[in-house]
């Protein structure tokens, strides 16, 4: 399953499916990506990062696409379990701002059985 | 602690109160931040501290917030005259310093769900 973030902010996948979320980051000057993972009631985890200087990362199950291009980010889940079930945020950041984190409105992923 | 400790969990206020928010880093982390997170957002960065003192206070909405961290390890999350539109969750992370983009990871606290009515 896929979806466009900000414009499908849910998306349902079969387990053992492979998920993709993506997301469009607003500020061409950002060098460093997050993705993050939030269930409910608790605090975003940390998933992966990736630096503009590169074009994939890859994780245990995951893997991070950008595309600088057209400031395009996506999270790539392969064998989806019902554990992965949660809102996925990206967030952004630059090099004259690193302190701050710039979060996108985020993507609920629901795995169904 | 194991991991960022925040306390009160839920906290619901009269509108016009003043609220205290605690929060209380991992053990060696230099740097912490809190943000605040309304219903079905991305969280939004609020204040960044190193150390002590407050290196980037840019995303505090208005006067009527206010952190401190004296001694360098807790801090606290200030709020005066609070209003309904202040009713969020408040989430503190901390890190070991450093830049962000130095892959120093954030670790976030499950955050202070505040209800003002």
């Known amino acids: 399953g896929e979806s466009v973030g900000l414009h499908l902010p849910t998306l349902s996948v079969q387990e053992g499916d492979n998920s993709i979320i993506n997301c469009a980051y607003s500020n061409s000057a950002s060098d460093y990506f997050i993705w993050y993972k939030q269930e409910s009631g608790k605090g975003p985890q940390f998933i992966i990062d990736?630096?503009?200087?590169?074009d994939k990362r890859q994780g245990q199950r995951v893997t991070v696409l950008l595309n600088k291009t057209v400031k395009h980010l996506s999270l790539q889940i392969a064998a989806t379990q019902p554990g992965d079930s949660a809102v996925y945020f990206c967030a952004e950041t630059f090099s004259g701002s690193a302190r701050q984190l710039t979060f996108g409105s985020g993507t609920q992923l629901t795995v169904l059985p | 602690g194991a991991g960022v400790s925040q306390t009160p969990s839920n906290k619901v206020t009269e509108k016009g109160k003043y609220v205290e928010l605690r929060c209380d880093p991992i053990s060696g982390h230099t740097a912490l931040y809190w943000y605040r997170q309304s219903l079905g957002q991305g969280p939004e960065f609020l204040i960044y501290f190193q150390g002590t003192g407050a290196a980037d206070d840019s995303g505090l909405p208005n006067d009527r917030f206010f952190a401190v961290r004296p001694e360098g390890s807790v801090s606290t999350l200030k709020i005066q005259r609070t209003e309904r539109g202040d009713s969020a969750v408040y989430l503190c992370?901390?890190?070991?310093?450093?830049?962000?983009?130095?892959?120093?990871?954030?670790?976030f606290g499950e955050g202070s769900w505040l209800t003002v009515v």
């Open positions: 990736i630096r503009s200087n590169m």
């Open positions: 992370a901390s890190s070991l310093g450093g830049s962000i983009t130095s892959g120093n990871t954030i670790y």
